[in-house]
Structure formats: structure tokens, C-alpha cells
């Protein structure tokens, strides 16, 4: 009498391909957390900076700062207001204000995000 084997994994060869996916995300997972945090720090930087750079460009242009960044946007200085990543919204910006009160309103933006980037140096003074 001839036996057949079954088509099929046994539970040993299942749980080495379990024990080697387990393995690989290990390694894989804490970059992954690792790049995306850089990513935001990025991100913000960017945002930061084109951000500065329309309000100069304002500032050139009409010889005194925008009363909110609403107004950046309606004169077409920027598409729209972009989005702080670290808190994911885009109406958490603090707006700093110039020394002198008639040159208008917003003279600098800062995150508003809680907390210190990589270096220790806390959001709010980016």
C-alpha cells in the first residue's frame, strides 16, 4: 500500500516564515518611526521657510507686513496657509508681531507644536 502525502506546509515550516517576517519587521519598524519623524522635521523647516521668505516678499512689495497670513493668501503670496506637521493643522502657526505696531501684524510665525525637535531646541523657537 502506497501512502500519499498531502499538498501542504506543516506547522514547523510555518512557524519559521512567521519567525523570519517577525524578524525582518524588528529591523525594518524602528527606521521606519525614525524617518518619519525626520520627515516632519523637515516638512516644518520648509514650511517655515517659505513662509518667511512671503512675508519678506510682502514686505517689499507693500512696505509693511500682513495683518494676519490670511492676507499672504489673498494677495497670492502663497497658495495657502500650509500645515504645521507636527500637529497636522494649519492654524496652529504663532504669529509674532513686528516691534513697531503700525508696520502691521505678522513679522515672524513660529510652530505652535508641543515639545522640542531633535536637537532639544523646543518648536516654538524654530
Request: net charge negative; charged share 25%.
Amino acid at each position: 500500500m502506497v501512502r500519499r502525502r498531502r499538498a501542504g506546509f506543516t506547522l514547523i515550516e510555518l512557524m519559521v516564515v512567521l519567525a523570519i517576517i517577525a524578524l525582518l519587521l524588528s529591523i525594518v519598524a524602528p527606521h521606519y518611526a525614525g524617518r518619519m519623524d525626520r520627515a516632519e522635521v523637515t516638512v516644518l523647516r520648509e514650511n517655515l521657510a517659505l513662509m518667511r521668505d512671503a512675508l519678506d516678499k510682502y514686505y517689499a512689495d507693500a512696505g509693511r507686513y500682513p495683518e494676519t497670513l490670511d492676507e499672504l493668501v489673498a494677495k497670492r503670496y502663497l497658495r495657502a496657509i500650509p500645515e504645521d506637521p507636527v500637529t497636522q493643522s494649519g492654524t496652529t502657526w504663532v504669529v509674532v508681531p513686528p516691534e513697531n505696531a503700525d508696520a502691521g501684524g505678522v513679522y515672524d510665525v513660529h510652530s505652535g507644536a508641543p515639545g522640542a525637535g531633535p536637537q532639544g531646541k523646543p518648536y516654538a523657537e524654530w
